[in-house]
């Protein structure tokens, strides 16, 4: 049975540092395609950053290049999504998908991607002063 359980979030400062942690159990990030995404209060979920290959192929949305980094410890089968230099507008509830059949991280990430067939319940994060 596939799950996914995240954790790390909390409230935070503008200008500061979180780091996400997505428990992957029943298949492997190394033969899936797994991705963070989050959904603010009154808009769309987006996809932030999806990898593939046991993250070797990584894709961001343009708002978090430079600020957000994604990784895999396939040891553990846990993806990590650090965060910095948060944002006010960085505030949403994060959660990660996986589907078992990899395509492109773009593509997983897209607001056209595919159905997402399994999420954790999701984590909050709230950037405020």
């Known amino acids: 049975q596939v799950n996914l359980v995240e954790s790390g979030g909390d409230l935070v400062q503008p200008g500061g540092s979180l780091r996400l942690s997505c428990a992957a159990s029943?298949?492997?990030?190394?033969?899936?395609?797994i991705g963070w995404f989050r959904q603010a209060p009154g808009q769309e979920r987006e996809g932030v950053s999806c990898v593939t290959r046991g993250g070797r192929n990584k894709y961001y949305i343009d708002s978090v290049k430079g600020r957000f980094t994604v990784s895999v410890d396939n040891a553990k089968n846990t993806m990590y999504l650090e965060m910095d230099s948060l944002k006010p507008e960085d505030t949403a509830i994060y959660y990660c998908a996986a589907n078992l059949d990899p395509v492109s991280p773009y593509y997983y990430c897209s607001r056209y991607g595919p159905p997402r067939d399994h999420w954790g319940q999701g984590t909050q994060v709230t950037v405020s002063s």
């Open positions: 029943g298949f492997t990030l190394d033969s899936a395609v």
